[in-house]
C-alpha cells in the first residue's frame, strides 16, 4: 500500500494566489491531520479531521481551510497565499479508534514557496 | 497537554546504546508519553508510546520513571541512520484526534 501521498512535492506560489494541497491515505484511518514545519519552530497543527464530515482547527488555522468528504482524501487550501505561509506542509492520519492508538502516519511532505 | 523539556543535541557512537532524556514534570495520570523521529526531510516517523509501564518494540525501548515525571528513549545499537531529530510528546489517549504538540526536539547525531 501507499500509505499516505501528498502532491505536489513543491510549489512556487505567487502571494495573492489561492492553492490546494492534496493528501490522501489508503489505510482507511479515520482521522487525519494538517502541519506545518518552519525552521527553528518545529511542527504545528494547522487543521485535523476526527473523521470524515467533521474537521477542526489547530495551533494556527488562519489562512487555510480544509475539507473532509470522504475517508481518505484531506485537502488543504489557501484561498489567499501569503509570503508568511512559505513552509513544509506534512499531512497525517492516525486510526485511534481501532488500535487504541494515537500513532500517526506522515507523509512526504509539500515544500511550498509564496513569493 | 503537558510540556515536554528535551536536551537540543546528542552523539552517540555507532554501535552504542543512544539514550535520550525527556522531562515532563507536569504530566498527569491519563497522559501518554510518545515519541517520534524526523530524519532530515521526511515526514516524522512514530517510535514507540507508553503510559506508566516500560515498553519495548523492534525500534526502541521506553523507560518511564515511577513517578512519571521523566521518560527515556533508547536505541540499543544506534547506526547511523538513526541520526535524526527525536520528539518527546505528552497527551492524553481520549478516543479524540491526535493532536500532537511537537516542541523543539532532541538533534541526535550518530557517528562513525
Known amino acids: 500500500t501507499a500509505g499516505i501521498t501528498q502532491a505536489p512535492t513543491s510549489q512556487i506560489l505567487a502571494a495573492g494566489r489561492s492553492m490546494t494541497l492534496r493528501c490522501t491515505q489508503d489505510?482507511?484511518?479515520?482521522?487525519m491531520y494538517w502541519y506545518r514545519q518552519d525552521l527553528g519552530l518545529g511542527l504545528r497543527l494547522i487543521h485535523y479531521s476526527n473523521t470524515a464530515g467533521t474537521t477542526g482547527k489547530g495551533e494556527v488555522p488562519d489562512g487555510y481551510s480544509v475539507s473532509r468528504a470522504n475517508t481518505d482524501d484531506f485537502p488543504l487550501t489557501l484561498a489567499s497565499a501569503v509570503p508568511s505561509q512559505t513552509s513544509v506542509y506534512f499531512c497525517?492520519?492516525?486510526?485511534?479508534?481501532?488500535?487504541?492508538?494515537?500513532?500517526?502516519?506522515f507523509g512526504p511532505g509539500t515544500r511550498l514557496t509564496v513569493l | 497537554d503537558a510540556k515536554t523539556t528535551q536536551p537540543p543535541s546528542m552523539d552517540c557512537a555507532e554501535g552504542r546504546a543512544a539514550n535520550l532524556p525527556c522531562n515532563h514534570s507536569t504530566i498527569s495520570g491519563n497522559e501518554y508519553v510518545y515519541w517520534y523521529r524526523q530524519i532530515h526531510s521526511q515526514g516524522p516517523q512514530y517510535i514507540i508510546h507508553g503510559l506508566k509501564n516500560n515498553e519495548t518494540n523492534e525500534m526502541a525501548s521506553l523507560i518511564i520513571t515511577e513517578d512519571r515525571k521523566s521518560s527515556t528513549l533508547i536505541l540499543p545499537h544506534a547506526t547511523l541512520r538513526d541520526t535524526a531529530v527525536y520528539y518527546c510528546i505528552v497527551r492524553v489517549d481520549n478516543n479524540q484526534g491526535g493532536k500532537l504538540i511537537f516542541g523543539q526536539g532532541t538533534e541526535l547525531s550518530v557517528k562513525p
Open positions: 489505510m482507511r484511518h479515520n482521522a
Open positions: 497525517a492520519s492516525s486510526d485511534f479508534a481501532t488500535y487504541h492508538s494515537d500513532e500517526q502516519f
